[in-house]
């Protein structure tokens, strides 16, 4: 496991990078030990990568591996056949995650998200369908937030059932506090998940990748609550993305809870009327688990492969907006922090944190230790 920590911790590599890597060279070890010559035969990989690979030590994965035994932090990796092969379709699935608790083969489910601040509505709409799909065997997934995700967790476990919850911090970290209680049950039966090694405190940037996860393990979504600029819709955003459906529960034209579950109706979104929509009885596509090739999936044919096409798509690189552009160019060549990119770009603090969240989302730049950022080669 050393070696997969050291991967998912090399400087300026992202997942997809990983992954191509890992179907040239088939084991993390082998990356570790490989030369220069040999890393730049993968497409992408240039001088300053290949050094910057190679000249990567394995001391900080090493201490990692030291507090995930002292914690009994266990790991999942890419290759590991618990990886649910539904999840892969995610182009920029991590390679490794960190958690706590039982994980079973393959268990992708239906994810419950929603607004913090819930309506006594929301609760009871979340409850019954975590109630419901527990009782139909049927995996829940969420975030372990307060409101919406805590009352499907914890509906769930009353009736019995699995579920796993997805953190924006290390899985050693309880967040929101209050609910460590929550926590400690979801690792009874269910497990606690995270990209994020232990001992990392949640930031704000770290929850839309948590978001994503939630959608890339989910069957479907369903969006029981939520504001104009809720967390809850860069879930559904992603679930749109990975062509899975999203349901919308809606509500009064003029509740503030409802505005971003109804603008999601209004985009498209099915109508939640009731749990029984949980239940998918349509043939499931299932992408292959082990990478073959630069795109990470075996050939398939006639419908399978035109629906692994279209997943595909979203890990070709995005246009970026002139605002975007300029981020990505002052992170070029050395790592910056906050402060250093506001004086180089000369954008105001909300509109750089704005955009900069949405190409860590498109897996384009990534954050550092130190509070510093990085641009990705993906």
Known sequence: MLYWIWLSEVKGIGPVMQKRLLA???SPKAIYTASS????NVPGIGCHLAEEITTSSLKRAQEILGMCNGLNIQLLTF???RYPSRAKEYPLCPILLYYRGHLVENSIGVGIVGARRCSSYGKEIAKQAGQYLAQNNIPVISGMAKGIDGYAHISCLKAGGYTLAFLGSGVDICYPKEHDELMARIMESGAVLSQYPPETKPKPQYFPKRNALISAWSEKILVVEAGAKSGALITAQYTKQLKREVLAVPNQIYSQMGKGTNQ???????IYLGPEQLINTEPVMNVEAKIIGDNGLKPVKGNKK???MEAMKIASPQVNTPTEQRVIDALFGTPKTMAQIVEETKLQQLVLLEVMTILELEGKISSLPGGKWVKEVI
């Open 24 to 26: 040239y060279l088939q």
């Open 37 to 40: 010559e040999e890393l730049m």
């Open 79 to 81: 290759h590991d056949e």
């Open 264 to 270: 999601l109706i209004k985009e498209g979104a099915t």
């Open 306 to 308: 035109r629906k692994a």
